[in-house]
């Protein structure tokens, strides 16, 4: 069973930026596709952005442009950077890994988080204004 834990949350200004990262334990990432999912508070998690093995992207129509995901195989790492922050941009940030192993079905899955078999604890971003 993978491990996944968040990193690299925490306070900053509207307008700042962030690096979130999600390193793996127990599995190689490489091979699967990857997400990260917000859930603000009183509200549903909501998906943000996902890359599959391939290293093709999708993201949630609120981030584009603002948000980053990529990985680094051999660090067995998937990271979200996010620039422009703004107050809407609160919440705990989870990553999730798909529960299939080089799947090659439509981005729009992805989004989805029934696709993903683990997750990890989350990490708080919390935007000042």
């Known amino acids: 069973q993978v491990q996944l834990v968040e990193s690299g949350g925490g306070l900053v200004q509207a307008g700042g930026s962030l690096r979130l990262s999600c390193a793996a334990s127990?599995?190689?990432?490489?091979?699967?596709?990857m997400g990260w999912f917000r859930q603000a508070p009183g509200k549903e998690r909501e998906f943000v952005a996902a890359?599959?093995?391939?290293?093709?992207?999708t993201y949630a129509d609120s981030v584009k442009g603002r948000f980053t995901i990529s990985r680094d195989n051999a660090k067995n790492t998937v990271s979200l950077q996010i620039d422009s922050l703004n107050a809407e941009d609160t919440a705990v940030y989870f990553c999730?890994?798909?529960?299939?192993?080089?799947?090659?079905?439509?981005?729009?899955?992805?989004?989805?988080?029934?696709?993903?078999?683990?997750w990890g604890q989350g990490t708080q971003v919390t935007v000042s204004s």
């Open positions: 127990g599995r190689t990432l490489s091979s699967y596709a």
């Open positions: 890359i599959n093995w391939k290293g093709t992207t």
């Open positions: 999730a890994a798909h529960n299939t192993r080089y799947y090659s079905g439509s981005l729009t899955s992805l989004r989805f988080e029934v696709a993903y078999a683990s």
